[in-house]
């Protein structure tokens, strides 16, 4: 029974996290556009000001789920971003002003790298995670039925 609900908190997880990669892809090619001129710094500013509370949203999900689900190295890692988030959002700058973006260009960009480098080691740890929980249900549930198929397999082979 408990593998059922591993498998449920890890394929949540990998939805929570694929849309943080996302998010913050978005924001980083919006920033590449600008930086070569290909949206104005209004769209620019616009368009990463939208994705600030869906982030923060599933930011919030992702600590939420790690607590409940025990996982603490995860934690740990979700927390350090969510603090700083919470850092930002309470020193004024979670939005771009439209005023300041090229200013704040080079930082911006470097911050959302960073995030994203973190954001895929945790990528890989969920995706880890997820194919271990299906494997184990399976095994779990069809585990014999497998196992002696394989053996008469190999044997036949012989």
Same mark, same amino acid.
């Given at each position: ?25 978005? @924001? ?32 919030? @999900? ?78 779990? @549930? ?17």
């Amino acid at each position: 029974m408990l593998e059922d609900w591993s498998l449920t908190f890890w394929v949540v997880s990998f939805l929570v996290e694929a849309a943080l990669l996302g998010i913050i892809m978005y @924001t980083l090619i919006c920033l590449a556009d600008l930086e070569n001129d290909f949206m104005n710094p209004h769209d620019s500013a616009s368009r990463i000001n939208k994705c600030v509370l869906p982030e923060y949203i599933m930011q919030a @999900t992702q600590v939420f789920l790690f607590i409940v689900g025990g996982k603490w190295a995860l934690l740990a890692l979700s927390i350090l971003e969510a603090s700083w988030m919470a850092r930002t959002y309470l020193k004024g700058h979670s939005m771009m002003d439209v005023t300041e973006i090229f200013n704040e260009l080079p930082k911006e960009k470097k911050v959302r790298l960073m995030k994203l480098f973190i954001h895929l080691l945790m990528f890989i740890v969920i995706i880890y995670r997820v194919v271990e929980a299906a494997v184990g249900f399976l095994m779990d @549930t069809h585990g014999p039925a497998i196992s002696h198929t394989i053996m008469s397999n190999m044997a036949r082979a012989r």
